[in-house]
């Protein structure tokens, strides 16, 4: 999770391969002072990362950063109006400053606070008036630390750095591999997450309707609750909107859910509140065998590879636990309804999921359908729903 709501900071770890989920801290920079404008920089980044543990229910693994410009010992941030940023862009011009970014890393998991500082030197055009007044007439200077960015159009005010590039942009990518490395986490597994579907808040709305509304999801919990072999918790991949979970709830269940998507964690909060976070399904923020149930309704299917899901589910279940999934019962299905041949195998084809939940001690011992509403026919779908256990 990223404690911070900078732009640059989320483009500069996409580009990296990593997407995380962005929870805003809140705090006030304005009332925080430190010895130094290094230490100001680490402060704030360490105050940002524990307001948004501190937010959090699940284990979760989040950076906190800010950054900092000094110039001859002086802290500048962020100038806030056009006078300041102009008054502060023509005393830096023609300078050299160093960039202060502060980086707090907390793994609930491990309890472990990593708190590290990384300085670059800045070196400043020798601007002109115009150029000043130019460049804060776009807006860029009022809202960064310093009163300029190098990404941006900023960019060709800077002359040359020494240090780390992505450091000034606001996050320095080296420093936060050696991070993650110190609470277990290589950067590669980074990349190795599922494929995100993005659902903006139109589409997150409708969802439910689009997809069959409360019948279908009904029809589905009470299939899912046949398969449930006692109460215990339930944890549900992909939950969206939460109108499945919310179900299972109804019918005894505890239950809790996880997803990538914010726009549709937003609708989940509401029906499962308090038991639903941002997390990848192929990297759980669940310590080993602590789940009774995992559940997984229409999420196989859109992956390119199940294999790393379903080792996940047979580390957080406990033994005798089960994985409920729906599940086509051959490519063939896949096919029949118009869906092109490709090189990868349907990742919820039956014998596929066999063969995969049997290498990481999961065997197949139940199986159930259930209706879904009439589609293109007066005809009612029969969706395949079966059960792992752990062995």
Request: hydrophobic fraction near 40%; aromatic fraction near 4%; charge should be negative.
């Given at each position: 999770?990223?404690?911070?709501?900078?732009?640059?900071?989320?483009?500069?770890?996409?580009?990296?391969?990593?997407?995380?989920e962005v929870?805003?801290?809140?705090?006030?920079?304005?009332?925080?002072?430190?010895?130094?404008?290094?230490?100001?920089?680490?402060?704030?980044?360490?105050?940002?990362?524990?307001?948004?543990?501190?937010?959090l229910t699940?284990?979760?693994?989040?950076?906190?950063?800010?950054?900092?410009?000094?110039?001859?010992g002086v802290?500048?941030?962020?100038?806030?109006?056009?006078?300041?940023?102009?008054?502060?862009?023509?005393?830096?011009?023609?300078?050299?400053?160093?960039?202060?970014?502060?980086?707090?890393?907390?793994?609930?998991?491990?309890?472990?606070?990593?708190?590290?500082?990384?300085?670059?030197?800045?070196?400043?055009?020798?601007?002109?008036?115009?150029?000043?007044?130019?460049?804060?007439?776009?807006?860029?200077?009022?809202?960064?630390?310093?009163?300029?960015?190098?990404?941006?159009?900023?960019?060709?005010?800077?002359?040359?750095?020494?240090?780390?590039?992505?450091?000034?942009?606001?996050?320095?990518?080296?420093?936060?591999?050696?991070?993650?490395?110190?609470?277990?986490?290589?950067?590669?597994?980074?990349?190795?997450?599922?494929?995100?579907?993005?659902?903006?808040?139109?589409?997150?709305?409708?969802?439910?309707?689009?997809?069959?509304?409360?019948?279908?999801?009904?029809?589905?919990?009470?299939?899912?609750?046949?398969?449930?072999?006692?109460?215990?918790?339930?944890?549900?991949?992909?939950?969206?909107?939460?109108?499945?979970?919310?179900?299972?709830?109804?019918?005894?269940?505890?239950?809790?859910?996880?997803?990538?998507?914010?726009?549709?964690?937003?609708?989940?909060?509401?029906?499962?509140?308090?038991?639903?976070?941002?997390?990848?399904?192929?990297?759980?923020?669940?310590?080993?065998?602590?789940?009774?149930?995992?559940?997984?309704?229409?999420?196989?299917?859109?992956?390119?590879?199940?294999?790393?899901?379903?080792?996940?589910?047979?580390?957080?279940?406990?033994?005798?636990?089960?994985?409920?999934?729906?599940?086509?019962?051959?490519?063939?299905?896949?096919?029949?309804?118009?869906?092109?041949?490709?090189?990868?195998?349907?990742?919820?084809?039956?014998?596929?999921?066999?063969?995969?939940?049997?290498?990481?001690?999961?065997?197949?011992?139940?199986?159930?359908?259930?209706?879904?509403?009439?589609?293109?026919?007066?005809?009612?779908?029969?969706?395949?729903?079966?059960?792992?256990?752990?062995?």
């Amino acid at each position: 999770m990223l404690a911070s709501a900078s732009p640059a900071r989320l483009k500069t770890l996409r580009g990296a391969g990593v997407e995380p989920e962005v929870i805003v801290s809140g705090v006030d920079e304005d009332d925080i002072t430190a010895e130094s404008p290094g230490e100001l920089a680490r402060l704030l980044a360490t105050l940002k990362a524990r307001a948004v543990v501190a937010s959090l229910t699940e284990h979760a693994t989040v950076l906190g950063c800010d950054s900092v410009l000094e110039i001859d010992g002086v802290a500048y941030g962020k100038p806030g109006t056009p006078e300041a940023a102009r008054d502060r862009l023509r005393s830096m011009r023609g300078r050299t400053g160093v960039l202060h970014t502060g980086h707090c890393l907390i793994d609930t998991n491990a309890k472990q606070e990593l708190r590290e500082l990384e300085s670059t030197t800045v070196y400043f055009a020798d601007l002109t008036d115009e150029e000043i007044d130019a460049y804060v007439a776009t807006g860029e200077p009022l809202v960064v630390a310093g009163s300029f960015t190098v990404d941006g159009f900023g960019g060709p005010f800077v002359t040359g750095i020494e240090g780390d590039y992505h450091n000034v942009v606001g996050l320095s990518l080296p420093l936060l591999r050696r991070m993650l490395a110190e609470v277990g986490i290589s950067w590669p597994a980074l990349w190795q997450s599922s494929p995100r579907i993005e659902y903006d808040e139109t589409e997150a709305a409708r969802y439910d309707d689009t997809r069959g509304g409360p019948e279908r999801a009904q029809a589905a919990a009470a299939a899912v609750d046949s398969l449930l072999t006692k109460s215990g918790r339930v944890l549900e991949l992909a939950v969206g909107t939460g109108i499945v979970g919310a179900e299972l709830v109804a019918r005894g269940n505890l239950v809790h859910g996880v997803d990538l998507s914010t726009a549709m964690l937003r609708h989940a909060r509401v029906r499962l509140p308090g038991h639903v976070a941002a997390a990848d399904a192929a990297r759980l923020p669940i310590a080993d065998r602590r789940c009774d149930a995992v559940v997984a309704v229409w999420l196989l299917h859109l992956l390119d590879d199940s294999e790393p899901i379903i080792a996940e589910v047979a580390r957080v279940l406990r033994p005798g636990g089960v994985f409920i999934t729906t599940t086509e019962k051959s490519d063939a299905g896949r096919y029949a309804d118009g869906r092109s041949p490709n090189d990868t195998r349907s990742q919820d084809a039956l014998s596929l999921l066999v063969a995969t939940a049997a290498r990481h001690g999961l065997t197949l011992d139940a199986a159930t359908t259930f209706a879904g509403p009439p589609r293109n026919t007066d005809q009612s779908p029969l969706y395949p729903l079966v059960r792992f256990r752990r062995t």
